[in-house]
Each structure stands twice: as C-alpha cells, then as structure tokens.
C-alpha cells in the first residue's frame, strides 16, 4: 500500500503560479512512477503529467505543455507540479497517483494508489 496525500492547492489570478506537492508513505516511493491528474466539474478525469521512478523521464498534456512542469525528489518521498501562467480552464481538483508497472502511462486505470485530491481555482 501506498499512502498519497496532496497539497498545494488554492485560489489564484490567471497568469498566477502554484506548487502541488504529493507525500507518498508506505512503500519505497522510487518504486513507483508517478502520475498528476486533474478533474473539472462536470468532466472526465484528465491526464496532467508523469514521471519515471529515477525522475529522468517525463511527459505532458499538451495542454499543459510549456506552463507545468512535474518533478520529485525520491529522498522526501515527494513527487511535485509546478503550475506557471494559470489559465481559468485549468482549474479542477488535482490527483496524484503512483504506477508499479514499466513505462509512463497517460491512462488512469494504470494507476495502483490515488490522494485524495487538491483543489485548484483559477480565477479571471
């Protein structure tokens, strides 16, 4: 089992920045790839970014691209999103889950273990 809690969130003005950490506990947290998502009232739970176990290896949403970038640091058992020029379209209640298996995945069924969500607000 693996134990992840997020934190970070708030109210922000758009062009505004904000850092999502996620404390794992439990397992060995460099056993797992980690994996941001982010779902908006009324919508399908989206994929925001991933990171290999070792941190060498990441991926973005497009639309993200550019603006986000996730990172961890495996010694505090912390995996980060750092959101810069926020958008009111990005505001949604942010996951963060942790994969086992080989390979970065975009899809959230992948996931094994999920927090229990931060909520950001982007305001206009």
């Known amino acids: 089992q693996v134990q992840l809690v997020e934190s970070g969130g708030g109210l922000v003005q758009a062009g505004g920045s904000l850092r999502l950490s996620c404390a794992a506990s439990g397992r060995t947290f460099s056993n797992y790839n980690m994996g941001w998502f982010r779902q908006a009232p009324g919508k399908e739970r989206e994929f925001v970014a991933a990171?290999?176990?070792?941190?060498?290896?990441?991926i973005h949403a497009d639309s993200v691209k550019g603006r986000f970038t996730i990172s961890r640091d495996n010694a505090k058992s912390t995996v980060y999103l750092q959101m810069n020029s926020l958008k009111p379209e990005d505001t949604a209640v942010y996951y963060c889950?942790?994969?086992?298996?080989?390979?970065?995945?975009?899809?959230?069924?992948?996931?094994?273990?999920w927090g229990q969500g931060t909520q950001v607000t982007v305001s206009s």
């Open positions: 990171i290999t176990r070792s941190g060498e290896t990441t």
């Open positions: 889950a942790a994969d086992r298996t080989l390979g970065l995945h975009t899809r959230g069924s992948n996931y094994d273990y």
